[in-house]
């Protein structure tokens, strides 16, 4: 396109007029609705579900926590990629086989980083890792979208020559089943077990190593997050971590302390269609159980519970949660699209935490048993570390069961 001008000598002469933007990235609704935007990270296409995200901080441990399996992750807060990336944040347990989000979505381009912990560029990053990306998109926009219709089911394509078949995304699209009776934990858990000993991190030291527990957890990984091993590490105990296939026979054989189940992707309902009948036996011993997230839905379907789709789901590292047992209100991490359904408990199963954005179910405890789980994300990483007491809480159950003195919860009570 060009455009003719008249110089000051009254000369005419023939200018480049404006330039178009050719988008390279586009987002497919189900309903066919069309987003697009500059392409980064990863090409190709791929289907998941689409939901946002309203955590400030803590963008490379949203993108690698397995939770986020088959889902496209909407970022509201809209710089993000100004840090940078680093091998101490991420959060998936084997990072070569990149389980997280397979998508995301920017408001604002990537900016060079400007964190002293940067080691890598995050387009750089996305590529590495094979995660396809949008800027250039009104995130708000499609924050009401999700917030008004719900989590849709989505393409996601990027082509640096801006060549798509829109058509055919489409009917991709629709054609895609969702979440809804799909178990991802088999394709994010790990493939044998495994010990962990590495504690949290210090500021300025990194890692340390936990070289004398006085305990020993079972983890099963269903999606499970490095900073949850490293609290239980860090609380004093080693840590064996079995696959999500594991059976009870296999827990019980390494004579467990404590048994805790991990959060991880996918419907509940679906995994559970192995892990429940693990879980049931398991429950009947007196051995502590902590389950955090898929858990938590788990333990619930185990109890005799059940779980749903949630319309918007919660995805943040803002949310009010009330500990019922304590009277406390917490500001905690959510990622879940999938929720328990309190009114489904039997008794003897008691509700202890409740979502204070919409009185959803957060927690619960089986009464008389050392048994309870959380919906939310205590861990943290990102996010406020409000919570950290539950992790606390599982050890004392552990000291009591054993005739031990229990400690504060708080770490900093008299």
Known sequence: MTTNTTTDAGTSSKTAGWTE???????????????????????????AEVCFNT????????????????????FTFPHIGNVGTNKEDIEDLTPANRAGAVGAIFKADITAPSSYRAADHLDHWLKARGVIALAGVDT?????????????????????DGKFDIPALKMRAAAWHGLLDLDLAKDVTSGQSSVWTEKPWVWNEGFDEQTAPEFHVVAIDYGIKRNILRLIAGLGAKVTILPASATAEDVLAH?????????????????GKYAVP???????????????????????????????????????????????????????????GFAVDAESFPDGVEETHISLFDGSNC???????????????????????????????????IRESKGMKTLPEREHAA
Do not use: W
């Open 21 to 47: 933007f050719k988008p390279t990235a586009l987002l497919v609704l189900a309903d066919g609705t069309v987003i697009e935007g500059k392409g980064l990270g990863a090409t190709g296409i791929c289907e």
């Open 55 to 74: 955590a400030l901080t803590g963008y490379e441990e949203i993108l690698t926590d397995p939770s986020y399996a088959g889902q496209i992750v909407t």
């Open 140 to 160: 708000r926009a499609l924050t009401v979208l999700i917030r008004e219709k719900g989590m849709p089911n989505a393409v996601i394509a990027h082509d640096p």
């Open 255 to 271: 004579k467990p302390d404590g048994i805790f189940l991990s959060n991880g992707p996918g419907d509940p309902a679906a995994t």
């Open 278 to 336: 693990a879980i049931k036996e398991l429950i009947k011993t007196d051995i502590p159980v902590f389950g955090i997230c898929l858990g938590h839905q788990m333990l619930a379907l185990a109890l005799g519970g059940d779980t749903k789709k949630m319309h918007q789901g919660h995805h943040g590292a803002n949310h009010p949660v009330r500990d019922d047992t304590t009277g406390k209100v917490e500001i905690v991490s959510m990622n879940h």
């Open 363 to 397: 927690g619960l405890r089986v009464v008389g048993r050392p048994v309870f789980s959380v919906q939310h994300h205590p861990e943290a990483s990102p996010g406020p570390q409000d919570s950290h007491y539950l992790f606390r809480r599982f050890f004392n159950l």
